[in-house]
Structure formats: structure tokens, C-alpha cells
């Protein structure tokens, strides 16, 4: 009889009774989410791990004033500043962090101030049309990408083109298409009255409406694609048997693909969403961030003078990204995605 044949009693027993053994019948009795929950819990701590430090880290820099030199702990005055507008005269130009409200006794009774002026107003205005437009023209993209047509891998490719331009090239393109002496669309832009006819990259409006046109014109093929990749996913046996229910295109379009491309749209606008507030080289190309300024530009322009403020601004435009990404998710939460 060999050594294992008589290992019996309760030396077999603890061998069977060990943590190692105790942990593989736990994951033995997982649910088939239980056990995918856990094998993404080492990717889920290192992502956090990833992005949390650096969250906390400028946190943490925002609370001093001179960083590097001589750290000064002023615990919150940076953001009291920053909110009350005492902060402003250390921006560049004319820039502001927020806007000037005023009240009156006529509609509309609340009327901003300096609005062109304000990094976050501009950031915010500069969001929501440019990411509107896109998913519009992008979601119109998608549609017609997804038919069967002659030639539909080539205009696949070719809508690609705008968005593998860098963003400097792509900014020293409308900087040269809008240039008040060298530029060919300016004259008729500016006899439409659409921007002004002198001065216009100076122009705050003016240089606000070139760059969200750049900014369209280059990432509505982002936005196209992860729709595309949406509506691909659809059955489309669905389509067939609506064919034969006598449903229109519009009821298709309606009760098949709308719903059913929602949970890839709202990706695709989150996606935006956050890459639309970092906006900085664009205008940094185009205009300049004393023209238009925005969040990014506010960073770019205290982080040598003041990285305390700096470090501020940046934690307040995470914190909008962070409040716009809950906004999407709790969205699709409550449509069931």
C-alpha cells in the first residue's frame, strides 16, 4: 500500500477543508454575472487605481498656492475665487470663468454678460452644438453607410479622411479658409453677415463659429461610426417582418431602429461629450485661447503663474465631465440598457 493510500482520517480531511479549497467551491457556486463580475474585478481596480490618483492628486495641488516654489496651503480660496470672480484678473485678456448675470423687470429678466468671455460659457456652448451636429449629420452618415449600394466600402474609407487629419493641420486649414486678407470664404461669409467682415479670427463670435464648424466637420465621422456599428447589430429579420406587417420606412425607423440604436448613440454622445470639453487645440490653432477661451485654455494659460488655480480649474472641468457621464449612464439605466 503506497503513502497516499493510507493518508486517511483527518489528515484527508484538512487537505479537503483548506482556504484554496474553500475558494474554488465559492467560485463554483457563483452565478454566471457573479462570475463575470469577478473576473473583471483586477481590470475594474487598476482602471480605478489608473484614473482616481490623478483625480486626487490635482485635488489635492488645488488646495495650495505655489506649488513648486513655496507651498502655501489655502485650503478652498482657490475655488471661492474661481466662483466669485475674484480669480479673473489672473486669466489672460478678458477672460472669465463665468459669466456676468444681471436681473431686470423685462423678459427675458436674466441677461448675461461678457457670455463669449466666459471659459465655461463658451466650453458649455461650444459642447452642445458641436456635439448636436454631429450626432445629426453622423446619425444621417450611418444610415445611408448602412445600405447596400456600389462603392460603399470607398465612401466608408472617405468619410474617415476628415478625422485622421491632425488637429493642427486641421486648424491651420479653416485658419487660412477664414483669414481676412488670404481667406476665400471670408468675403462671402461676411457679406451674408454671418462673421465679421475685419478681424474676424479676432472676433470672439466669429472665431467661435469657425471652430465649431472645424470641430463638426472633422468628428462627425467619429460619431458615424460607432452609430454604423450600432445599426449593424441590428436583426434584420426584424425589418422583414415588419415588411410584411405593411409598416412604413418611418414606422421601421421608429419602433426598429431608433430603439434599438439607442444604447450605441448614447455612447457615441458620451464619448463626445467628454472629448468636446477638452477643447483646446483647436482654438489654440485657429483663433488663439485669448480669443475664445475655454476650460482647457484657462489651465494651459495659470498652470506657469498659479498651479494651485490651475489644478482647480481642471478638478471643476472633471467634475462637469464626471456629471455629464452620470447624466448619460443614468439615462440609460432608466431606459433598460
Known amino acids: 500500500m503506497s503513502t497516499e493510500d493510507r493518508t486517511t482520517g483527518p489528515a484527508r480531511q484538512s487537505n479537503r477543508s483548506g482556504p484554496i479549497v474553500a475558494i474554488?467551491?465559492?467560485?463554483?457556486n457563483l452565478g454566471e454575472t457573479g462570475f463575470a463580475y469577478l473576473l473583471l474585478t483586477p481590470v475594474m481596480l487598476l482602471l480605478t487605481t489608473i484614473a482616481l490618483y490623478p483625480?486626487?492628486?490635482t485635488f489635492e495641488l488645488s488646495l495650495y498656492q505655489n506649488v513648486l516654489s513655496n507651498p502655501e496651503f489655502v485650503g478652498l480660496e482657490n475655488y471661492v475665487q474661481l466662483f466669485t470672480g475674484t480669480a479673473d484678473s489672473r486669466f489672460p485678456g478678458s477672460t472669465t470663468f463665468l459669466p456676468g448675470v444681471s436681473t431686470s423687470g423685462s423678459f427675458p429678466f436674466v441677461h448675461f454678460e461678457g457670455l463669449l468671455?466666459?471659459?465655461l460659457a463658451v466650453t458649455i456652448i461650444f459642447t452642445v452644438v458641436s456635439v448636436f451636429f454631429e450626432t445629426i449629420i453622423g446619425f444621417g452618415q450611418a444610415l445611408v453607410l448602412d445600405q447596400?449600394?456600389?462603392?460603399?466600402?470607398?465612401?466608408?474609407?472617405?468619410i474617415i479622411i476628415p478625422w485622421a487629419i491632425p488637429i493642427v493641420i486641421q486648424g491651420m486649414i479653416f485658419y487660412l479658409m477664414f483669414h481676412p486678407s488670404a481667406g476665400f470664404l471670408t468675403g462671402p461669409l461676411s457679406d451674408w453677415g454671418i462673421i465679421a467682415g475685419s478681424n474676424t479670427l479676432n472676433d470672439p463670435f466669429s472665431s467661435l463659429l469657425i471652430i465649431t464648424v472645424a470641430d463638426i466637420w472633422k468628428t462627425t465621422a467619429f460619431m458615424a461610426l460607432l452609430i454604423l456599428a450600432g445599426l449593424q447589430s441590428i436583426d434584420r429579420s426584424?425589418?422583414?417582418?415588419?415588411?410584411?406587417?405593411g409598416a412604413s420606412k418611418w414606422q421601421q425607423f421608429r419602433y426598429i431602429t431608433f430603439p434599438?440604436?439607442?444604447?450605441?448613440?448614447g455612447i457615441a454622445i458620451l464619448f463626445r461629450t467628454i472629448d468636446a470639453m477638452r477643447i483646446?487645440?483647436?482654438?489654440?490653432?485657429?483663433?488663439g485661447c485669448t480669443t475664445v477661451p475655454s476650460l482647457s485654455c484657462m489651465v494651459v494659460a495659470t498652470f506657469d503663474t498659479n498651479r494651485g488655480l490651475a489644478a482647480a480649474v481642471a478638478f471643476v472641468t472633471a467634475g462637469i465631465i464626471?456629471?455629464?457621464v452620470l447624466g448619460v449612464i443614468y439615462q440609460q439605466y432608466r431606459e433598460g440598457f
Open 260 to 265: 434599438l440604436v439607442l444604447p450605441a448613440l
Open 148 to 158: 447596400d449600394f456600389r462603392g460603399r466600402r470607398w465612401v466608408r474609407a472617405a
Open 238 to 245: 426584424l425589418y422583414d417582418v415588419a415588411k410584411v406587417a
Open 280 to 287: 483646446y487645440g483647436l482654438i489654440d490653432s485657429v483663433s
Open 117 to 119: 468671455r466666459s471659459a
Open 322 to 324: 464626471g456629471i455629464a
Open 24 to 28: 474554488t467551491r465559492w467560485m463554483e
Open 55 to 57: 483625480l486626487l492628486r
